[in-house]
């Protein structure tokens, strides 16, 4: 039997009888329901981003900005929320935070730019940068007021919603004056008005920390000692800084300790507040069985009234990397009494933060019973005047004698 040829069809080589046949006949016809010979070795598709990158036009009357294009880069993920519970003085209020916030590689919209630069954008254009909370992830935002700080740079948050108002700027800009304060409060850098919904937008840095809140129950005893006695020393740094008269700097109506159908006066004087006080302790006598009601009148304007940010509550510090206390949340700030900054701080720190209220309590100087009746118009102002809550006076009242004696 003689052996095939070599190239010939009667080939029964593999590969060389398949070369002949291909070169000859060409290349067999495939069905249409077969897939491609290179399907499977295909690499898969790029996932498509979850927001394609975009370039805003500034007008063309807009000469002080070049260039005249702002880009925003592509977001990859959707909005990630994270609900934080345990929230406020009764411990039944909670807020929302986007966590892709908390991503320091995250591709913030104004990532790229410096602060001039976003200092220098149209506040047209900026606002509707700034209000995107698709592109823009929200750090915080509050159900109850409706406000929303957003990061648009690692470096820099936004602050914006229907309760933000100018005081809290003002507060915080008269805050950078004072030298032994400022290390302790964020900086502004700018504020605009959003045409579209009206809100005020405030513009300041971003503070790479935890919020005391979340982190309380987590670090050791000797690390709650050492934050409440930065706390209380940064209090007593803060009364530190007199004014000559009461509430907010500026043109603004008083927010704290005020009643929405008792609206406070303006550029009020030391007896002004202490007649608005004693008219809101009347309406809280009102609202209160008589066994509860307070016997007393609220008589301030002797004494001094001092920086406050009336509204300390756990959610108000935060801590940062180097373990330093920042304090934000500066809406309610201005001058007040002293027994105002600790009335409202007993009224809204939580049950189980009594540790750090009562170090607040105790080693900070003030007029007792003074402090009792702001304490009972605060409960009144937040929708509970007869303090059913619990925690509070009736239960430091047991508490505070003895330490005295000691």
Same mark, same amino acid.
């Given at each position: 039997?003689?052996?095939?040829?070599?190239?010939?069809?009667?080939?029964?080589?593999?590969?060389?009888?398949?070369?002949?046949?291909?070169?000859?006949? &060409?290349?067999?016809?495939?069905?249409?329901?077969?897939?491609?010979?290179?399907?499977?070795?295909?690499?898969?598709?790029?996932?498509?981003?979850?927001?394609?990158?975009?370039?805003?036009?500034?007008?063309?009357?807009?000469?002080?900005?070049?260039?005249?294009?702002?880009?925003?880069?592509?977001?990859?993920?959707?909005?990630?929320?994270?609900?934080?519970?345990?929230?406020?003085?009764?411990?039944?209020?909670?807020?929302?935070?986007?966590?892709?916030?908390?991503? *320091?590689? !995250?591709?913030?919209?104004?990532?790229?730019?410096?602060?001039?630069?976003?200092?220098?954008?149209? *506040?047209?254009?900026?606002?509707?940068?700034?209000?995107?909370?698709?592109?823009?992830?929200?750090?915080?935002?509050?159900?109850?007021?409706?406000?929303?700080?957003?990061?648009?740079?690692?470096?820099?948050?936004? =602050?914006?919603?229907?309760?933000?108002?100018?005081?809290?700027? *003002?507060?915080?800009?008269?805050?950078?004056?004072?030298?032994?304060?400022?290390?302790?409060?964020?900086?502004?850098?700018?504020?605009?008005?959003?045409?579209?919904?009206?809100?005020?937008?405030?513009?300041?840095?971003?503070?790479? &920390?935890?919020?005391?809140?979340?982190? @309380?129950?987590?670090?050791?005893?000797?690390?709650?000692?050492?934050?409440?006695?930065?706390?209380?020393?940064?209090?007593?740094?803060?009364?530190?800084?007199?004014?000559?008269?009461?509430?907010?700097?500026?043109?603004?109506?008083?927010?704290?300790?005020?009643?929405?159908?008792?609206?406070?006066?303006?550029?009020?004087?030391?007896?002004?507040?202490?007649?608005?006080?004693?008219?809101?302790?009347?309406?809280?006598?009102?609202?209160?069985?008589?066994?509860?009601?307070?016997?007393?009148?609220?008589?301030?304007?002797?004494?001094? !009234?001092?920086?406050?940010?009336?509204?300390?509550?756990?959610?108000?510090?935060?801590?940062?990397?180097?373990?330093?206390? @920042?304090?934000? &949340?500066?809406?309610?700030? &201005?001058?007040?009494?002293?027994?105002?900054?600790?009335?409202?701080?007993?009224?809204?720190?939580?049950?189980? !933060?009594?540790?750090?209220?009562?170090?607040?309590?105790?080693?900070?100087?003030?007029?007792?019973?003074?402090?009792?009746?702001?304490?009972?118009?605060?409960?009144?102002?937040?929708?509970?005047?007869?303090?059913?809550?619990?925690?509070?006076?009736?239960?430091?009242?047991?508490?505070?004698?003895? =330490?005295?004696?000691?």
């Amino acid at each position: 039997m003689e052996s095939p040829r070599v190239g010939s069809i009667l080939n029964l080589h593999p590969i060389s009888g398949r070369r002949h046949r291909v070169h000859r006949y &060409g290349r067999p016809r495939r069905a249409r329901s077969l897939p491609p010979p290179n399907r499977m070795f295909r690499r898969p598709p790029r996932p498509m981003p979850f927001l394609l990158p975009i370039q805003l036009q500034l007008p063309d009357t807009w000469r002080l900005w070049k260039p005249a294009v702002v880009h925003c880069p592509a977001v990859k993920s959707p909005p990630r929320w994270r609900p934080c519970p345990n929230y406020g003085p009764g411990e039944n209020k909670f807020r929302l935070c986007d966590t892709r916030s908390l991503d *320091d590689k !995250f591709p913030f919209p104004l990532k790229g730019y410096c602060r001039w630069e976003i200092e220098s954008m149209p *506040d047209q254009l900026l606002a509707q940068i700034i209000t995107d909370w698709r592109r823009t992830p929200a750090l915080s935002f509050r159900p109850d007021t409706r406000n929303v700080i957003s990061r648009i740079t690692p470096n820099l948050v936004a =602050k914006w919603g229907p309760n933000v108002c100018q005081a809290e700027a *003002d507060i915080m800009w008269i805050i950078e004056s004072k030298w032994r304060v400022k290390t302790h409060v964020p900086i502004v850098h700018k504020i605009l008005r959003d045409e579209v919904t009206g809100y005020l937008i405030i513009i300041m840095d971003y503070i790479h &920390g935890s919020n005391l809140i979340d982190i @309380w129950h987590h670090i050791s005893p000797a690390r709650q000692h050492k934050l409440t006695t930065d706390i209380v020393e940064l209090i007593r740094t803060m009364q530190t800084n007199t004014a000559r008269y009461p509430g907010p700097v500026g043109m603004n109506r008083m927010r704290a300790l005020a009643h929405e159908s008792h609206v406070a006066p303006v550029c009020m004087s030391g007896k002004d507040y202490d007649g608005y006080m004693n008219t809101m302790l009347n309406i809280t006598n009102c609202r209160r069985p008589h066994s509860l009601r307070v016997q007393g009148f609220v008589r301030t304007h002797l004494g001094k !009234f001092v920086l406050a940010n009336m509204k300390l509550d756990p959610s108000s510090f935060i801590v940062d990397n180097k373990g330093n206390i @920042w304090i934000v &949340g500066w809406g309610n700030g &201005g001058f007040y009494p002293p027994e105002s900054e600790l009335a409202v701080a007993e009224h809204l720190m939580p049950s189980r !933060f009594n540790p750090l209220k009562w170090e607040i309590l105790l080693k900070i100087p003030h007029n007792w019973p003074q402090r009792q009746y702001l304490r009972a118009i605060a409960a009144m102002v937040d929708g509970d005047p007869q303090e059913k809550r619990g925690s509070g006076f009736s239960r430091l009242a047991n508490y505070l004698p003895e =330490k005295k004696k000691m």
